[in-house]
């Protein structure tokens, strides 16, 4: 069963910068519509960045300007890179996204979440 495994987590000082990744466990699944949220200590989880299959990208006001959400060239990836990190980023970051096998003809698997990882912004 297809997953999506996250990576790049940790911390870092205020203005560090972190790349999170997001792939497919099977890489011949490809990754459409994919969604970054972040959930802090007794806060709802927020969508910070949004990619459509199409590659429109959306932020939120928080993050806009600071954050980019991409995909790989394979498709299989999506990443988000985190630059001039505040202490108010500290969360737990989820990726959420739709995938697609178009290798095998199995169709969509749409709605899957990431494991989360801890991101720490020290002041």
């Known amino acids: 069963q297809v997953r999506l495994v996250e990576s790049g987590g940790g911390e870092v000082q205020t203005g560090g910068s972190l790349r999170l990744s997001c792939a497919a466990s099977i890489n011949f699944f490809s990754i459409t519509t994919a969604n970054w949220y972040r959930q802090a200590p007794g806060k709802q989880r927020e969508l910070v960045a949004r990619?459509?299959?199409?590659?429109?990208?959306n932020y939120a006001d928080s993050v806009r300007g600071r954050f980019t959400i991409s995909r790989n060239v394979d498709r299989n990836t999506v990443y988000l890179q985190m630059n001039d990190l505040r202490p108010e980023d500290t969360a737990v970051y989820y990726c959420?996204?739709?995938?697609?096998?178009?290798?095998?003809?199995?169709?969509?698997?749409?709605?899957?979440w990431g494991q989360g990882l801890q991101v720490t912004v020290s002041s």
């Open positions: 959420n996204a739709d995938l697609f096998d178009g290798d095998y003809g199995t169709g969509y698997r749409l709605g899957n």
């Open positions: 990619r459509t299959e199409e590659g429109y990208t």
